[in-house]
C-alpha cells in the first residue's frame, strides 16, 4: 500500500469556482487523494475480501462512494431523481441497497473510473453555481430538519472519509489472512 498522506494539504479555493464553492472542492480532491493511495496497489482479490458475511468489500465500499455522489449531484444540484436508468446501475452502491456480492472480479481501474465519473459530474455542475446556491435550504426537509446545499455537498466527502477507516481496516484484516 503506497503511502496515503496526499501530497497538497493546502485546503483553499479551486481556480474555476467561486471561493466557498472551490474551498469544497479542494476538501473533495484532498479525500479523493488518500482514498486513491489506500487502493492503488490493491488485486481484485483484496478488493473482493469480506471477513465474513457481515461486511462489505472494500469494491463494495468504492462503488457506494461513487454512487452516493453520483445520486447526490443529480438529486441536490441537478434537482432530479435518477432516471430508471441510473437508478439501476447504481441501485446496488446506494444506501439502504448495499448488496454485498453485486459487484466483485473487477479491478482498481473500474472503482477508478466510476469514482471519476461520479467526480466528473460533480466538478462540472458546481463550476455552473455560484456559493449564493451553498445557503439555499432544502425545503422538501424543512418540517424535520435545518438543512442547505452546502451540507449536502460537505457530505459527500464526510461519507468518503468515514468509508477510508474501513478500508484501512478490510486491508489489514485481509493481510492478517492465511497467504496474503
Known amino acids: 500500500m503506497s503511502s496515503t498522506k496526499p501530497k497538497n494539504l493546502l485546503i483553499q479555493p479551486v481556480v474555476g469556482f467561486d471561493k466557498e464553492i472551490g474551498i469544497l472542492i479542494s476538501q473533495l480532491q484532498y479525500v479523493r487523494e488518500i482514498t486513491y493511495n489506500l487502493i492503488d496497489e490493491l488485486s481484485e482479490e483484496a478488493l473482493d475480501f469480506r471477513l465474513n458475511n457481515q461486511f462489505n468489500s472494500i469494491g463494495t465500499i468504492l462503488f457506494h462512494i461513487a454512487a452516493l455522489e453520483y445520486s447526490s449531484i443529480v438529486k441536490y444540484v441537478l434537482n432530479r431523481q435518477l432516471t430508471p436508468k441510473e437508478y439501476k446501475y447504481y441501485f446496488f452502491g446506494i444506501t439502504g441497497n448495499l448488496i454485498h456480492n453485486a459487484i466483485k ?4 481501474d473500474f472503482y477508478k473510473q466510476e ?9 462540472d455542475k458546481l463550476a ?6 451553498l445557503s439555499i435550504k432544502d425545503k422538501e426537509l424543512k418540517k424535520k430538519y435545518s438543512v442547505n446545499n452546502y451540507f449536502y455537498i460537505r457530505h ?13 481496516w478490510i ?4 493481510k492478517q489472512t492465511p497467504n496474503h
Open 105 to 108: 472480479g473487477k479491478s482498481v
Open 115 to 123: 469514482l471519476d465519473k461520479s467526480r466528473k459530474l460533480t466538478l
Open 128 to 133: 455552473e453555481l455560484k456559493d449564493p446556491w
Open 156 to 168: 459527500i466527502a464526510d461519507d468518503e472519509s468515514s468509508h477510508q477507516g474501513q478500508i484501512k
Open 171 to 174: 486491508i489489514s484484516s485481509y
